[in-house]
């Protein structure tokens, strides 16, 4: 098993650093009825400092979402490195002309046509509360026989690190 940060600013900087190595994510926010929805989301802001930033349109339904219920849940998978990270905060939506240059990237467009000028353009930001991760340095290979020796033994997997961060 990986060693524990033993800060909290260390476990934050991991949480970061898995953040932005995966970019795109699931966020989650309730629905009027109390279902929770998730939609796949792509990252804008990568120095993260408790703060995540995404585009949307002001009209959508994620967005009418956050506006009556603003806890929402913000999950990574970076299957590549064996990592996943739950973020867990209160979303806010606006749009600052500022904040919205800073975050721009032209791929955006694709979803954005207008760019900036965008009509119904907004942004969320979720500011987390807590967050947890599971990362595990070892090949999916690794994974699937410590798994197996793990279902001979009967001892769970000794897979990787779990750690749970607050902000």
């Known amino acids: ?3 524990q940060p033993s800060s909290a600013a ?3 900087a991991r949480v970061t650093g898995l953040a932005r190595a995966a970019r795109i994510c699931m966020l989650t926010t309730t629905a009027l009825d109390g279902r929770q929805v998730s939609r796949p989301m792509g990252l804008q802001e990568a120095e993260f ?3 995540l930033w995404f585009f949307a349109y002001a009209d959508s339904a994620k967005v009418r979402q956050i506006r009556v219920n603003p806890e929402v849940n913000v999950a990574f998978s970076d299957q590549k490195h064996n990592a996943w990270v739950s973020i867990s905060g ?3 939506e606006g749009f600052d002309r500022a904040r919205a240059e800073q975050l721009w990237n032209p791929l955006l467009k694709a979803w954005f046509p207008d760019g900036l000028d965008t009509s ?7 500011h987390a509360s807590s967050a ?3 990362d595990s340095p070892n ?5 699937l026989l410590d798994y197996a020796r793990a279902a001979v033994t009967g001892r769970p997997p000794t897979g ?4 749970e961060v607050t902000y």
Do not use: F, Q
Request: glycine share 10%.
């Open 90 to 92: 209160t979303a806010t």
């Open 1 to 3: 098993m990986s060693d």
């Open 139 to 143: 090949s999916t290979v690794v994974n």
């Open 132 to 134: 947890e991760y599971w």
């Open 160 to 163: 990787g690190e779990n750690h």
């Open 49 to 51: 400092d408790g703060e």
């Open 120 to 126: 119904g353009l907004t942004l969320i930001k979720v």
């Open 10 to 12: 260390e476990a934050r």
